[in-house]
């Protein structure tokens, strides 16, 4: 009698793993065990077809598991009759992944849906194949004592589907019914008539705050314009869009385009946020996205969505106030969003960690994430070979941070703009939970150059607290170690990277940066020419100034639409150089471009009017032949600047001008990258940066490249944006030996 002893590691938690193992056990007639360990789940099988059990849970593993290894070994024969499921053994040091949570699956859907099925219209319906995983989980190894489902003893039905090896409940650790598990509240009702009232106040135009998964959302009637602009004047948000939340696909469709990629984007279990060009919908509230052509769709991930969701669509918006953390907790959501909302839909299961929807979008065939966070988070994104365990702390802005643990970096769920306390506060509980999680301790530290990054500093005082060296990795050679990394890539790339801003080691604002290096270093090749950033945060919110800056500096003469005194004080900053940091950014290139051709002067949230720019040419294809002019290592947009002007007074159409910006960016693009080939022999090109989100421009710069046969690495698993830093930091973070 043959008895082999298998570890299998991966998302193998969580994920109804140990039921599979004990059915396949079942159906091979083999006896033995499968147990969850702190490192994966072990599993021994005795009898005549222990091969053809180990091809099955090779080759068709449960749908949401996800296996990285299965190690096998011959261990002695017992004398036992069944196959068990044992408890669980926690080793303290030992890590293993741990799933996201993920969307409710048909087969609950259609049980909360069925008038004669005990959980009818019970909005916390799971099994093993859904529901909350990441946020509820307070340690390994899953169990429901480690999560917060502990507050729920099962009844006698629910005990009993949790140990019926042929349930789809079995060892489902959220496993719940209307008599035992959580409930939702609005004041005193509960249940189904809590739905109810919270289905009512929206009808009738109420902010309804609603604990969720992962956190709570503002929601209100998307069709109903006075709700929304009062969320909007509420939550103090400008004019940046709101995600929504349509009660299918099809209901989706008749607001937006939807192609095969975005579908299946939109029903995967992760349920991001897609990000969809619109079509004419007098229907929605012009509030929710003013000024943009995409919208931001999801379809309902919970079962209370799903019985909130009517014939309307409605806006979803992360329960905070803006830059603020998204809140979790009923007390917390009782006084922190009682000036944003009008009523509440509680529900007594504990959060244990926030986590943001993700954002996403698709670029050709493939995913572009632009937010990373529920549904993904904390699924490791695989590195080439195990290494030292790294904290990378991130940026400042869309702040997320990277752990690693062997092979394994865990990126954080979306923390947002790290530029307050409480921002601060929600990193230190995040960390807190991955380390904890991952059995993860930080033998270094990485974090930006940038000296005052809220993040940079919390990183050196960590790092002198822990006695640990502190790696200090630039901002840009970050983002393209990022994009190198996620590809699996260590050795040299030319990365164009196109950003925002971010800390240059000379000290400058850089953003427009031309790299040759890899994870052990860098070198700036090529750089956008270098402009002054006349009063810093003033120009960001206002491209017109952005505009006459780099005008000014191309010598142009130009009659904006200044006021004398703003005209006045814009010429003496520039002329005298008070307040002003030299920028090579090309997102404020972008946003200065936009102002010129009158797209936009002033904006209420990053890249707005780039983004409206790219939405005003989409479709246009006119190259007017505009062109940087590219110089010892320096491109200077000037030249382009007066051909606009100049196609601007002879009343060119905008939308003309706007393409043929986006057609000169690529264009240097390929001019840069054949240059930088040249001289180096490197063929592969990473691009990123938040300029890259961009998919008008991304698509002509990869068609060009592709011409020129370059081999091209873009982002698919983290965002362009700093959202994606983190991975860079602790890629290159893990190489270096370097110290303060
Ligand atoms: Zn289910
Ligand atoms: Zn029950």
């Not at 299998?8 to 599979?20: A, H």
């Not at 056990?25 to 065990?33: D, E, P, Q, V």
């Not at 769920?413 to 960390?431: C, K």
């Amino acid at each position: 009698m043959v008895r082999r002893r298998i570890f299998v590691t991966g998302i193998v938690q969580g994920v109804g793993f140990r039921p599979f193992v004990y059915s396949l056990a079942a159906r091979h007639s083999l006896t033995g065990m499968v147990g969850n360990t702190s490192s994966g789940v072990v599993i021994e099988i005795q009898g005549e077809a222990t091969s053809a059990f180990i091809d099955a849970l090779r080759n068709s593993p449960p749908p949401l598991a996800v296996i990285d290894s299965i190690a096998i070994e011959e261990v002695d024969a017992k004398d036992e009759l069944a196959f068990m499921i044992v408890d669980s053994q926690a080793q303290p040091q030992a890590s293993t992944p741990i799933s996201p949570d993920i969307a409710v699956c048909a087969d609950c859907l259609r049980e909360m849906l069925d008038p004669a099925d005990r959980r009818y219209r019970y909005p916390f319906i799971n099994c093993t194949n859904c529901g909350p995983r990441f946020t509820i989980i307070q340690d390994i190894p899953y169990d429901r004592p480690f999560t917060t489902m502990r507050a729920f003893p099962m009844c006698d039905q629910c005990e009993a589907e949790y140990h019926d090896p042929s349930n789809r409940r079995f060892h489902a650790q959220p496993n719940a019914c209307p008599a035992c598990g959580p409930q939702v509240s609005f004041d005193s009702l509960t249940g189904d008539g809590a739905v109810q009232a919270a289905i009512d106040a929206l009808n009738s135009g109420n902010i309804v705050a609603i604990k969720g998964i992962g956190g709570f959302h503002l929601a209100c009637d998307a069709t109903s314009d006075e709700a929304v602009r009062k969320l909007r004047d509420r939550k103090g948000r400008g004019a940046k869009p709101f995600a929504l939340m349509a009660k299918d696909l099809d209901r989706v469709r008749g607001y937006a385009h939807v192609s095969a990629q975005e579908a299946h984007l939109l029903t995967s279990k992760e349920r991001p946020i897609v990000l969809l060009r619109t079509r004419d919908n007098p229907e929605i509230s012009p509030a929710v996205a003013p000024g943009n052509k995409y919208l931001g769709f999801l379809l309902p991930y919970t079962p209370l969505h799903h019985l909130l969701l009517g014939e309307r669509p409605l806006v979803m918006t992360s329960g905070n106030l803006s830059d603020e953390p998204i809140v979790k907790d009923n007390d917390e959501a009782l006084s922190r969003l009682a000036t944003l909302a009008d009523v509440f839909l509680l529900h007594n299961r504990d959060i244990h960690v926030v986590c943001d929807d993700s954002v996403t979008r698709v670029f050709e065939t493939r995913e572009l994430p632009i937010r990373r966070s529920r549904g993904y988070s904390p699924m490791p994104v695989k590195l080439t070979h195990p290494g030292p365990t790294v904290l990378a702390v991130g940026g400042e802005l869309k702040s997320t941070f990277c752990l690693t643990r062997d092979d394994n970096a865990y990126l954080s769920q979306h923390i947002g703009d790290m530029e307050n306390l409480e921002t601060l506060g929600a990193f230190e509980h995040a960390f807190a939970h991955f380390r904890s999680l991952f059995r993860a301790e930080p033998t270094r530290v990485v974090c930006d150059l940038h000296p005052d990054y809220l993040s940079s500093r919390w990183a050196a005082g960590y790092a002198k607290e822990n006695n640990l060296p502190l790696t200090r990795v630039q901002h840009h050679h970050a983002h393209l170690a990022s994009v190198m990394a996620e590809h699996g890539r260590d050795g040299r790339a030319i990365g164009v990277i196109f950003d925002g801003t971010g800390y240059g080691t000379d000290g400058a604002i850089w953003g427009g940066e031309i790299l040759c290096g890899g994870l052990q270093g860098f070198e700036r090749v090529m750089h956008l020419k270098s402009v002054p950033l006349p009063g810093g945060d003033a120009s960001i919110k206002r491209p017109l100034r952005m505009a006459f800056a780099h005008l000014w500096s191309a010598g142009i003469e130009w009659d904006a639409k200044f006021s004398p005194v703003e005209l006045r004080i814009l010429r003496r900053q520039l002329e005298t150089g008070i307040n002003c940091v030299p920028t090579s950014s090309m997102g404020r290139l972008f946003d200065a471009f936009a102002a010129l051709i009158g797209v936009r002067e002033t904006v209420s949230y990053e890249a707005q009017a780039t983004i409206e720019m790219e939405a005003m040419c989409e479709g246009v294809s006119v190259d007017r032949g505009y062109r940087f002019l590219l110089e010892k290592g320096v491109f200077d947009p000037g030249p382009l600047f007066k051909s606009a002007l100049e196609d601007l007074r002879r009343g060119v159409p905008r939308p003309e001008i706007a393409a043929s910006f986006h057609h000169a960016a690529a264009h240097l693009v390929l001019s840069c990258c054949v240059a930088a080939r040249e001289r180096t022999g490197i063929n592969t090109v990473g691009l990123s940066g938040g300029v890259f989100q961009n998919t008008t421009l991304l698509k002509l710069v990869t068609e060009a490249l592709s011409r020129q046969e370059f081999e091209i690495l873009t982002h698919r698993k983290v965002p362009p944006n700093d959202g994606g830093l983190a991975l860079g930091q602790a890629a290159i973070g893990r190489l270096t030996l370097g110290a303060e």
